[in-house]
T-cell receptor, first 116, second 110 residues
Framework: NAGVMQNPRHLVRRRGQEARLRCSPM?????VYWYRQLPEEGLKFMVY????????ESGMPKERFSAEFPKEGPSILRIQQVVRGDSAAYFC??????????????FGPGTRLTVL | SQQGEEDPQALSIQEGENATMNCSYK?????LQWYRQNSGRGLVHLIL?????REKHSGRLRVTLDTSKKSSSLLITASRAADTASYFC??????????FGKGTRLHILP
């Protein structure tokens, strides 16, 4: 059973371009979470999705950021018109069932975004 | 921090010694989980302790939870070079939010 997969592992973008980060959850998992980690910082929650539904996006900036988890295919975190401050590691996690309070989350290896 | 801290921020010990990391929190938790992150990698789940538990063991890992002090500790016994990593405490709150701290960077010296 493959773990959570994220691609690309490293992404370089110039200011103003779009960044698309992909996350494939573990087999059988229908809940996906996105986190951002700045250097020397802990993870900050961004968004929680189930298939075709955004459950909680309270941690996601209101502008330029969007996330989706379609019925088929991976979850996508999209950052439009990137700025230098978006440079960070973006981690995706998945869990098998509902109830964030009790489920262990399984993390992917992360995508390191560098904005030039 | 509004949700508590982990300490120390960094810890260097000799191989074979025990390493202790602490995590504090400020609001009620459902459970608390410890994760490890090797440099440049994703997080790996280590151990979960529920709010009604006081101590859990897993191999060389021992986690304690003191709800009266709102704190938890992770003890790694007989440390090895491979234990060099960052260790994060994830506070699973009753309102379904999960809060990670900045972590403790553990370095095991040969």
């Amino acid at each position: 059973n493959a773990g959570v997969m994220q691609n690309p592992r490293h992404l370089v973008r110039r200011r103003g371009q779009e960044a698309r980060l992909r996350c494939s959850p573990m087999k059988g998992h229908s809940h996906v979470y996105w986190y951002r980690q700045l250097p020397e910082e802990g993870l900050k929650f961004m968004v929680y999705l189930q298939k075709e539904n955004i459950i909680d996006e309270s941690g996601m900036p209101k502008e330029r950021f969007s996330a989706e988890f379609p019925k088929e295919g991976p979850s996508i975190l999209r950052i439009q018109q990137v700025v230098r401050g978006d440079s960070a590691a973006y981690f995706c996690a998945s869990s098998p069932s509902s109830g964030r309070a009790t489920d262990t989350q399984y993390f992917g290896p992360g995508t390191r975004l560098t904005v030039l | 921090s509004q949700q508590g801290e982990e300490d120390p921020q960094a810890l260097s010990i000799q191989e074979g010694e025990n390493a202790t990391m602490n995590c504090s929190y400020k609001t009620s938790i459902n459970n608390l989980q410890w994760y490890r992150q090797n440099s440049g990698r994703g997080l790996v789940h280590l151990i979960l302790i529920r709010s009604n538990e006081r101590e859990k063991h897993s191999g060389r890992l021992r986690v304690t939870l003191d709800t009266s002090k709102k704190s938890s500790s992770l003890l790694i016994t007989a440390s090895r070079a491979a234990d060099t990593a960052s260790y994060f405490c994830a506070r699973y709150l009753r309102d379904d939010k999960i809060i990670f701290g900045k972590g403790t960077r553990l370095h095991i010296l040969p």
